[in-house]
Nanobody
Framework: QVRLVESGGGLVEVGDSLRLSCAAS????????MGWFRQAPGQERRFVAT????????AYADSVKGRFAISRDNAENTAYLQMNSLKPEDTAVYYC?????????????????WGLGTQVTVSS
């Protein structure tokens, strides 16, 4: 089992940047494919970005391509989400997710572990 704790959220203005972190504890971090999902009020939780176990493969939602970058540091047991050129529609609670499967983590239905989330608010 792995425990995930997100940090780095906050209130920013349009065009600003934020970096979210997801600290993992428990089993070996490199066993897990990692992902970020987000949930805005009244909406379902949606895929944002994912990264493979070694960090060699990534995938992004179309809405964040070119603006967000996912990375991981297996030595530090941490995954990151660098968010640039933030827009009001990026406002949501951002959740870190982990899967023991080898495939990239694109579907919330394939998540084995969730963090508690961190709020990101982009003010216009």
């Amino acid at each position: 089992q792995v425990r995930l704790v997100e940090s780095g959220g906050g209130l920013v203005e349009v065009g600003d940047s934020l970096r979210l972190s997801c600290a993992a504890s428990g089993r070996t971090f490199s066993r897990y494919t990692m992902g970020w999902f987000r949930q805005a009020p009244g909406q379902e939780r949606r895929f944002v970005a994912t990264i493979g176990k070694s960090g060699g493969s990534t995938a992004y939602a179309d809405s964040v391509k070119g603006r967000f970058a996912i990375s991981r540091d297996n030595a530090e047991n941490t995954a990151y989400l660098q968010m640039n050129s933030l827009k009001p529609e990026d406002t949501a609670v951002y959740y870190c997710a982990a899967s023991e499967r080898n495939s990239l983590l694109i579907s919330s239905g394939r998540v084995d572990y969730w963090g508690l989330g961190t709020q990101v608010t982009v003010s216009s």
